[in-house]
């Protein structure tokens, strides 16, 4: 996961609770992404951004918001976590010259 | 908008048998296709991939996926199953442009497991 940085690895919310998950990369490319992964639905794209300034809504959009403020590093937030958001949070990077998707370490959020 | 749909969702073949993961994809323009692996605790790693031309692709460790456009598939195949290929695999397709894609999205996974 070299190049790709998520925080927080756990967290546990109340529904109502808001949070930021946190991703930043140190390749200097354009796209990032953010996925969920839930059992028997594989990755779904929540949000994604090809370049600084700009974001497209994925599949699963609602219930998020997300903030590309520089190339660095692209937020996801919850606004008012619902038990439906518990999953595993994934922030990617998309590197085409080289054809691949480096992912983050992943966020495991449990909302209760 | 795209998608992609992988109707298995466990499968399990004998070691040294033959395998085949289906994929069909919806997409409007010449997609471009991918197929994942995913080991339990780890990451996805890129097996293969078809942008255009010849529609047989090979991959790493013997994978081989065929671009079918008539019936918007991109099956991966393998002649013979090893134990470690047992893992989740996912294919995926993107939106193409002029000089790349974007907007990565994954079907729900087909689970392999392999038996000695």
């Known amino acids: 996961n070299a190049g790709v940085t998520q925080t927080p690895k756990f967290q546990v919310l109340k529904t109502g609770q808001s949070m930021t998950l946190q991703c930043a990369q140190d390749?200097?490319?354009?796209?990032m992404y953010w996925y969920r992964q839930d059992p028997g639905m594989g990755l779904r794209l929540i949000y994604y951004?090809?370049?600084?300034?700009?974001?497209d809504k994925g599949e699963v959009p609602n219930g998020y918001n997300v903030s590309r403020l520089n190339k660095r590093e692209f937020s996801l937030r919850l606004e008012s976590a619902a038990p439906s958001q518990t999953s595993v949070y994934f922030c990617?990077?998309?590197?085409?010259?080289?054809?691949?998707?480096?992912f983050g370490s992943g966020t495991q959020l449990s909302v209760l | 908008a795209q998608s992609v749909t992988q109707p298995d969702i466990h499968i399990t073949v004998s070691e040294g048998a033959s395998l085949e993961l289906r994929c069909n994809y919806s997409?409007?323009?010449?997609?471009?296709l991918f197929w994942y692996v995913q080991s339990p605790g780890q990451g996805l790693q890129l097996l293969l991939k078809?942008?255009?031309?010849?529609?047989l692709v090979q991959g790493i460790k013997g994978f081989e996926a065929e671009f079918k456009r008539s019936q918007s598939s991109f099956n991966l195949r393998k002649p013979s199953v090893h134990w470690s290929d047992a893992a989740e695999y996912f294919c995926?397709?993107?939106?193409?442009?002029?000089?790349?894609?974007?907007?990565?999205?994954f079907g729900a996974g087909t689970r392999l497991a392999v038996h000695p």
């Open positions: 997409y409007g323009a010449t997609p471009y």
């Open positions: 995926a397709v993107a939106e193409g442009f002029s000089g790349g894609y974007n907007k990565l999205i």
């Open positions: 951004s090809a370049s600084e300034g700009t974001t």
């Open positions: 990617a990077v998309l590197v085409t010259a080289r054809e691949k998707l480096f």
């Open positions: 390749m200097n490319h354009n796209s």
């Open positions: 078809y942008f255009s031309g010849d529609t």
